[in-house]
């Protein structure tokens, strides 16, 4: 089963509100990511868990939070975003990581998220 | 710094056509090369994962060439199907962190039935 699930699929929040994207794959994948994609352009990574520790945090502002409960699991806590930060966001898994190269990722569906 | 380009940004095809696409890389030391498809509002699907090794690589009605010398990498698609409309991305690793991949701007396929 090649399947990275995420929830919810839509999301609309206020700037002061608090709010968390999760993420799920049963693959046995020992890698975790997190990117941001907005209309028309590719995916922007954001974070990489490898081995449930932070590995990779691409400078990516506070108000956006990631957790990696377990190697199964991996979250996105969201808090004071603003309207900019509207976008899809995509959790990805892969076998792990490796220099020089990557294991073959496998993309969840996405979560549409709208700040108003 | 790794740059990848494709080439054409969009297509229009009639069904049953073959047809190429193209992906570019400017550091030749690459591991690996990806290949995916997203739909529209969708997540990235990948189509087929190409190592540094190969020279090709298939799947279905797929084909992907690698040629690492000359920067290059291909996605053909044989007897094309209005299901195939959607955007291509290729993806290559970034430098010697094998966790960053490095997009292309995609390649918006549409074929008309």
Sequence with gaps: DTEVTQTPKHLVMGMTNKKSLKCEQHMGHRAMYWYKQKAKKPPELMFVYSYEKLSINESVPSRFSPECPNSSLLNLHLHALQPEDSALYLCASSQGVFSGGTYEQYFGPGTRLTVT | KQEVTQIPAALSVPEGENLVLNCSFTDSAIYNLQWFRQDPGKGL?????????????????????????SGRSTLYIAASQPGDSATYLCAVPLGTSGSRLTFGEGTQLTVNP
């Design chain 2, 45 to 69: 699907t990948s189509l087929l994962l190409i190592q540094s090794s190969q020279r090709e690589q298939t799947s279905g009605r797929l084909n992907a060439s690698l040629d690492k010398s």
